[in-house]
């Protein structure tokens, strides 16, 4: 797979694997419908030139070349690379401007995985239809790494923080 030079791309993922993404996908089907395909999210871009993919993974929060992601996502996910389009960031997109969007994502890196939010506030949100926020600013699920990271760097891509993988999906396969 072939990305292009100077974007950054929210990755959504359909993981085949694990009761963690079975659960999630139960959840996001009773709200979101099709969308709810998506139970995983994460974010592609360039650091020093070359490709990573960030996610906030049980283990916590990970950066692993793109190449090797795609090698062991193999047989296992299935994945839509969504460019993000330029209208959208607040700065022109340069190189100065993805490198500090990769800095920002490098310093989470080893940040832990929120399993609080994952099994208590966001199935309660998703049955309540209630909104209520983990504001926990060193851990993330995977979807909050990609929103948080984007919320810093957009003009409002997200309309807010707290939301999961199918939501994600859902906005970014609707953009123009």
């Not at 839509?80 to 500090?100: C, G, N, S």
Request: hydrophobic share 40%.
């Amino acid at each position: 797979m072939e990305l292009e030079n100077g974007k950054v791309y929210v990755v959504s993922v359909h993981s085949n694997k694990g009761l963690l993404g079975e659960i999630i996908r139960f959840f996001e089907r009773l709200r979101y419908g099709m969308y709810s395909w998506s139970n995983h999210t994460c974010i592609a871009v360039q650091d020093k030139g070359i490709f990573y993919v960030y996610e906030a993974e049980a283990q916590g929060v990970i950066k692993t070349g793109l190449k090797r992601w795609l090698a062991l996502a193999e047989g296992v996910k299935d994945c839509r690379f969504i460019a993000v389009p330029d209208k959208y960031f607040k700065l022109e997109i340069t190189d100065y401007t993805l490198q500090h969007i990769a800095d920002n994502l490098n310093k989470r890196v080893g940040d832990r995985y929120d399993i609080d939010d994952l099994l208590l506030v966001e199935p309660f949100n998703m049955i309540t239809g209630a909104h209520l926020a983990d504001n926990d600013k060193n851990s993330f699920i995977c979807s909050r790494l990609v929103t948080v990271t984007m919320d810093e760097f957009t003009n409002n891509l997200f309309p807010e923080t707290d939301i999961s993988p199918a939501q994600v999906f859902k906005i970014m396969s609707e953009l123009k």
